[in-house]
């Protein structure tokens, strides 16, 4: 059964025991709540909003039995998620996506990184320094501008320029290569086949090594995963990640751009349900 009222959308016959749920700007800066089938890869609803009172309704279109069939949902870290998963499917296994935790490290290496910038644009204005060219062109600005890319991937996906502005960027800021290492430490964690037990210890010795390391910023994004860390451990019992959901993202952005010229939202997501369903 599928059922399209305005701007939402619900497709019952979608619905499975292991779910996905993610939020994605659609039209005009609104969010909608998408909820997918991790095994068909199909979306089940696509809902206006991402608060428990605003999906309510469409979330109680799927029958009392299918919600609690549901024994796995994989989410990011929001509350109002976490809200919709305890009321509206409560037998589930609540999995917190792991390349959302990922983010939360990366962005706070990345606060390293402009908290750098920041300081250097103040001096320059002030005076305080001279600009000065590194051996690959770059200019000091430039450089922590530029290192922003290179410090959410993984070595080994680096490109030849980004070797050699990395290599720069570390010589001359340590302290950034410490945390850059820290936060592809977590990354390997999360690579490992490591069963629930060693997965929590890995995970208590990375964030003893954080604490030590004494950068706030890192530190801070461990507080975060501490506080939910039963469920990010529950990726290592089915390796559940938001990787579907994810690239349902991007087929939606590049839905946006074949659909440009539609102006209601009903309509918009009546053609985007035809499209990624």
Same mark, same amino acid.
């Given at each position: 059964m599928t059922t399209v009222a305005s701007e939402n959308i619900v497709i019952t016959k979608n619905m499975g025991t292991r779910l996905k749920?993610?939020?994605?700007?659609?039209? $005009?800066?609104?969010f909608w709540t998408i909820l997918s089938n991790a095994n068909t890869k199909?979306?089940?609803?696509?809902?206006?909003? =991402?608060?428990?009172?605003?999906?309510?309704?469409?979330?109680?279109?799927?029958?009392? $039995?299918?919600?609690?069939?549901?024994?796995?949902?994989?989410?990011?870290?929001?509350?109002?998620?976490?809200?919709?998963?305890? =009321?509206y499917f409560p037998n589930a296994e609540k999995v917190i996506d792991r390349f959302h935790v990922q983010r939360v490290v990366y962005d706070a290496v990345q606060e390293m990184r402009v908290k750098e910038r920041k300081i250097i644009i103040q001096a320059e204005r002030?005076?305080?320094?001279l600009r000065k060219t590194f051996t690959n062109g770059d200019t000091r600005r430039q450089l922590l501008a530029r290192s922003r890319g290179l410090l959410y991937k993984p070595m080994k996906r680096w490109t030849n320029t980004q070797k050699e502005r990395a290599e720069?960027?570390?010589?001359?800021?340590?302290?950034?290569?410490?945390a850059y290492l820290l936060s592809q430490k977590l990354k390997a964690w999360y690579d490992k086949k490591y069963s629930r037990e060693i997965a929590e210890k890995r995970l208590h010795e990375w964030y003893k090594e954080v604490e030590d390391s004494g950068f706030k910023a890192l530190q801070e994004a461990a507080e975060t995963i501490k506080r939910h860390e039963g469920w990010i451990l529950n990726y290592f019992n089915n390796r559940s990640t938001n990787a579907y959901a994810e690239s349902l993202n991007s087929k939606v952005k590049l839905f946006k751009t074949l659909v440009r010229g539609i102006t209601k939202p009903e309509y918009f997501i009546y053609r985007l349900a035809t499209y990624i369903t």
């Open positions: 749920i993610d939020e994605v700007c659609l039209h $005009k800066g609104d199909k979306a089940c609803a696509i809902m206006k909003g =991402t608060k428990v009172a605003e999906l309510g309704t469409y979330l109680n279109k799927f029958t009392t $039995k299918q919600r609690l069939n549901v024994t796995e949902i994989t989410l990011d870290m929001s509350q109002s998620f976490d809200w919709i998963a305890r =009321t002030e005076g305080i320094i720069i960027l570390f010589q001359e800021y340590p302290h950034i290569q410490k």
